[in-house]
């Protein structure tokens, strides 16, 4: 069964972390609309999703993508490389003990879950403002005894997160921005492209044939359609104001 974690929109959500103040306010009521049409395509795509209370301390609780790496049946809860997120990670370890095993990452590490991309057996993972080398070693140190390969990728400091320029489509294919990282960064990927205009769409949630991805970029759209999937739209004005946008806001397991 394909299980997926979200956490509730705090009302504190209004002052979530931006790396550039968003033109106008974030809308919580409206945000919280489009995480119940977030929530609502992941179960029609045949998810089994469980909410999370929001914790108004943590007004960037529901970007919960970020709190815990998963893979071959462990969770690694992460500590942030942002410091007024990581008292976030108590209730989603919490949220994830009764499946998965749970492994703990101290400081001086920090890594974003939003840094890494799991392709076949290997887990990319972008060394960025979030994700510090301490971390990318305790990464390895999890997940290399259970087969799994560790690639960093530098980022350019612009990117957030690694999955802010790609995602996830299948095992073996990955949906990637023009003119972020090269199609060489993924050595034996199959690659959805998209415009260099659309970046922001490079980050979608694909299981199977179908993708939840951004219903404000037609183009990406087409590429995924024209790729062979079934695209499931979700509007994600809010979420972006404050830096986020799809895989960010479910950890699926
Ligand atoms: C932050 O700056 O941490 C949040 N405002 C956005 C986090 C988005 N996370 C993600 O894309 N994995």
């Known amino acids: 069964m394909q299980r997926a974690l979200v956490r509730a929109i705090p009302a504190s959500f209004a002052n979530a972390l931006s790396a550039t103040p968003p033109a106008s306010p974030i809308d919580v009521a409206l945000a919280r609309e489009q995480?119940?049409?977030y929530?609502?395509?992941l179960e029609a795509m045949g998810v089994t999703v469980t909410m999370l209370d929001a914790d108004e301390r943590y007004p960037d609780c529901c970007f919960i993508e970020d709190t815990a790496v998963t893979g071959d049946g462990l969770a690694l809860i992460t500590r942030s490389g942002a410091?007024?997120?990581r008292g976030e990670t108590e209730a989603v370890a919490a949220g994830l003990a009764p499946y998965l095993e749970l492994a703990r990452m101290t400081g001086p590490?920090?890594?974003d879950g939003g840094d890494c991309m799991l392709l076949g057996s290997t887990i990319y993972v972008g060394r960025s403002?979030?994700?510090n080398a301490a971390g990318i070693a305790r990464l390895e140190e999890v997940f290399a005894p259970r087969g799994l390969r560790i690639v960093a990728l530098d980022l350019p400091p612009d990117i957030l997160h690694l999955k802010c320029v790609c995602s996830l489509l299948n095992t073996d294919r990955i949906l990637l921005a023009r003119d972020t990282?090269?199609?060489r960064a993924f050595p034996g990927a199959a690659i959805v492209w998209v415009p260099a205009d659309e970046t922001y769409a490079a980050n979608a949630v694909a299981l199977g044939t179908h993708v939840l991805c951004a219903a404000e970029y037609p183009r990406t759209r087409e590429a995924l359609e024209?790729?062979?999937f079934t695209t499931h739209p979700v509007p994600t004005s809010e979420v972006h104001k404050a830096d986020g946008s799809l895989t960010c806001q479910s950890i699926l397991f």
Do not use: V
């Open 181 to 183: 990282l090269p199609a």
């Open 35 to 37: 995480h119940a049409a």
């Open 83 to 85: 410091p007024s997120r």
């Open 129 to 131: 403002a979030r994700t």
């Open 226 to 228: 024209a790729a062979g």
């Open 39 to 41: 929530r609502a395509a």
């Open 109 to 111: 590490a920090t890594l």
